[in-house]
């Protein structure tokens, strides 16, 4: 299952979703696609004509250009995410928090999804980092046996 991770490019986040064997949406994914890609047409920006466009999707223009082009490069993975999981006041290392509203608008933009979100607090002492490590796995397992019953229906 896919899963949105915020902050988006936390790679211990990512790392925990993928251990317990879910695709972590990370931003690094995108931003490695656009400097990868041979096909851009505007390199050292690394834009293409659509990605404005993509912006515009969530924020008017009027909006600052920061916030729609952040958007823009979130959209992939707000399209793919099939569930959530939202870091509040999590520390700087913890992975980089960007534009402060971008990050509500994005947040705001994948809750109103529909998909399932678990939502925790960054852990501030050990016992909390425990049982975050616990929160998430009983999250995505109950994902995954959600899920199961599907793929036995469909063969």
């Known amino acids: 299952m896919k899963i949105f991770i915020y902050p988006p490019n936390s ?33 050292p920006m690394n834009m293409t004509p659509d990605d404005p466009k993509k912006g515009l ?16 490069l ?6 793919q995410a099939e569930a959530a999981i939202i870091v509040e006041d999590a520390e700087y290392m913890f992975g980089c928090m960007g534009c ?5 608008l994005l947040k705001y933009v994948v809750r109103k999804k529909g998909v399932p979100v678990l939502e925790l607090q960054y852990p ?6 425990k049982n975050f490590v616990l929160y998430v796995n009983e999250f995505l397992r109950k ?11 469909s063969q």
Not at 124 to 129: G, P, R
Request: net charge negative; glycine share 6%; proline share 8%.
């Open 57 to 72: 999707k969530y924020a008017a223009i009027e909006i600052p250009s920061g916030v729609r082009g952040r958007m823009a």
């Open 74 to 79: 979130m959209d992939p993975l707000i399209e």
């Open 100 to 104: 402060a509203r971008t990050n509500e």
């Open 143 to 153: 994902l995954t046996k959600e899920q199961a019953p599907d793929a036995e229906g």
């Open 11 to 43: 790679l211990i986040l990512a790392d925990l979703v993928e251990r317990f064997g879910h695709e972590p949406l990370t931003l690094m994914s995108e931003v490695r696609k656009k400097v990868t890609s041979p096909s851009l047409d505007s390199p």
């Open 124 to 129: 501030k002492n050990e016992n909390e980092a």
